[in-house]
């Protein structure tokens, strides 16, 4: 992932070493994961891009919307 923003952007900040942490509940399930933000900057937001690239992130990383 960070390589397609790098390159789709021209460049990309990520920040690893944050100390954040995701928990998900699932009925009686709980989960938890590590989470790793990325940072891009544009002139203009490109809507139809960013809610496919979610879309595969949500599949890869099978996580619900």
């Not at 954040?20 to 699932?26: K, L, R, S, V």
């Not at 490109?46 to 996580?63: F, M």
Request: no cysteine; glycine share 6%; net charge negative.
């Amino acid at each position: 992932m960070k390589e397609d923003l790098a390159s789709r952007f021209e460049g990309v900040m990520a920040y690893l070493q944050a100390p954040a942490e995701g928990q998900w509940q699932d009925g009686e399930q709980s989960s938890k994961d590590d989470i790793v933000i990325f940072e891009v900057m544009v002139d203009d937001i490109d809507l139809p891009d960013w809610r496919k690239r979610r879309a595969g992130v949500v599949r890869r990383e099978r996580q619900a919307l």
